[in-house]
């Protein structure tokens, strides 16, 4: 990795963090957030191990793939044929080199967008209360699109992808689900007291809506 994108991911890496740290203050959240970078912290020097023991059976393999994709039979090349030959072992090479260095970048980016997105979920599930306590009589049904909505944007994923992203990293945060959590914001901040029978039944009502948006 160059000095130049080495800075650039340090920088982006500094200003997500600062960002998330307004939202995820709580022990629960720091103690989560130290989970999940220490869990990929671990994945990325695993493979980079692996990566380094393996690159010579892993550039043979690549090889073979290239030489078989090429319609070879066997390792046996062709002899050059007025200055040219079907399979230039050389060039086959130097594409199986790539091909490993190229397959390890792809694995070390996927590391890096899932340790992306499990952060942003919890940061994003931490965006509901705000919303409620502070907005103007919204309710979770709203807040939850909503937030569910701009995670899915940063993510450039369904938004219902977004929102499992959130109510699974709540979950293992809190120990609760989201949804139980958001209604019971919105009872004490928006919702006046009613008689226990309408409370469940509109309780009841709301968790079908719930699951239909999830």
Request: hydrophobic residues 30%; aromatic residues 8%; positive net charge.
């Amino acid at each position: 990795m160059s000095s130049i994108t080495e800075d650039l991911k340090r920088t982006f890496d500094l200003a997500s963090f600062r960002q998330r740290a307004k939202n995820l203050t709580r022990p629960a959240d720091l103690e989560k957030m130290s989970e999940i970078t220490k869990r990929y912290e671990r994945e990325v020097n695993k493979q980079e191990k692996l990566y380094k023991r393996d690159y010579k059976t892993r550039v043979e393999k690549a090889l073979q793939a290239r030489i078989d994709k090429a319609g070879a039979k066997n390792l046996t090349l062709k002899h050059r044929l007025f200055g040219s030959d079907n399979f230039d072992k050389s060039a086959l090479t130097r594409q199986a080199h790539r091909d490993v260095q190229h397959d390890h970048s792809r694995r070390m980016s996927q590391l890096a967008s899932g340790e992306t997105r499990e952060l942003d979920a919890l940061d994003y599930a931490r965006m509901i209360e705000p919303l409620i306590r502070d907005g103007n009589t919204m309710p979770f049904y709203r807040a939850y699109d909503y937030v569910g909505g701009a995670l899915s944007e940063k993510l450039n994923i369904t938004e219902t992808g977004a929102k499992e992203l959130m109510t699974t990293a709540y979950r293992e945060t809190e120990g609760r689900e989201l949804y139980e959590f958001g209604k019971a914001l919105e009872k004490k901040f928006i919702v006046p007291d009613r008689e226990p029978e309408q409370q469940a039944r509109e309780m009841k009502r709301d968790q079908a809506q719930f699951r239909k948006r999830a």
